[in-house]
């Protein structure tokens, strides 16, 4: 697989497509790091299908258990403003009084 710089990626992005369009996968380095990938679509359907294979497997063995449907409504949004006094003023205040 090969490796480019983001600077080097985004100057000649268009060569780039063209190697994956030939079906190289091309790793994307942030300052050395790897951060993404291009590469052919096939090849990304083909990991999905990988991916949904494995974790068929291990639902099948009984180690995950997939979710079914989403988030019930509501679950995410926030719960009650606290009232009285900070924790952390209540923390300090019986840290010096000696309780």
């Known amino acids: 697989m090969a490796a480019a710089k983001l600077?080097?990626?985004k100057n000649d992005l268009s060569?780039?497509?063209a190697r994956?369009?030939?079906?190289?996968?091309?790793?994307i380095l942030v300052?050395?790091?790897?951060?993404?990938e291009i590469g052919p679509i096939?090849?990304?359907?083909?990991?999905?299908?990988?991916?949904n294979?494995?974790?068929?497997?291990?639902?099948r063995r009984g180690l995950i258990r997939?979710?079914?449907?989403?988030l019930e409504p509501g679950i995410l949004k926030p719960g009650p403003r606290p009232r009285g006094r900070a924790t952390s003023?209540?923390?300090?205040?019986?840290r010096r009084s000696g309780r």
Do not use: N, Q
Request: hydrophobic share 35%.
């Open 7 to 9: 600077s080097d990626v």
């Open 42 to 51: 096939e090849a990304a359907r083909e990991r999905k299908d990988d991916e």
């Open 66 to 70: 997939r979710g079914r449907g989403g």
């Open 31 to 36: 300052r050395g790091v790897a951060v993404a």
């Open 20 to 27: 994956a369009r030939r079906g190289e996968r091309i790793r």
């Open 53 to 59: 294979a494995r974790l068929a497997e291990l639902e």
């Open 89 to 94: 003023d209540v923390l300090v205040e019986e």
């Open 15 to 17: 060569r780039y497509v």
